[in-house]
Nanobody
Framework: VQLQASGGGLVQAGGSLRLSCAAPGRSFNSYPVGWFRQAAGKEREFLAA????????DYADSVKGRFTISRDNAKSTVYLQMNSLKPEDTAVYYC??????????????????WGKGTQVTVSS
């Protein structure tokens, strides 16, 4: 399954963006999905996870209350709604999928499928 993250761009501080994660031509509805980001010179950071039915979600403290993960399995798409963006949110954002929900946070490097990232730049 080849994932593709999209929806990034340039936004002013305080603004919002919605990222999408899809697998063109494929369905990953039975997979839990996570969102991650990597800023220049920094390690990749976990942001949010969602179970395959969308019943369970998990967030990093750094984005809790500002970011919301959701999914529309009819469209085979997972979203990351990002509000109140800050300059420190500037990074390349990635989505990843795996059969194991717990692995999203505990072992992201072991996740089965990663997509190409999308750049988010927040100006001050």
């Amino acid at each position: 399954v080849q994932l593709q993250a999209s929806g990034g761009g340039l936004v002013q501080a305080g603004g919002s963006l919605r990222l999408s994660c899809a697998a063109p031509g494929r369905s990953f509805n039975s997979y839990p999905v996570g969102w991650f980001r990597q800023a220049a010179g920094k390690e990749r950071e976990f942001l949010a996870a969602i179970s395959w039915k969308g019943v369970s979600t998990d967030y990093a403290d750094s984005v809790k209350g500002r970011f919301t993960i959701s999914r529309d399995n009819a469209k085979s798409t997972v979203y990351l709604q990002m509000n109140s963006l800050k300059p420190e949110d500037t990074a390349v954002y990635y989505c990843a999928a795996d059969r194991s929900y717990s692995r999203v946070r505990s072992d992201p490097e072991g996740m089965a499928y990663w997509g190409k990232g999308t750049q988010v730049t927040v100006s001050s």
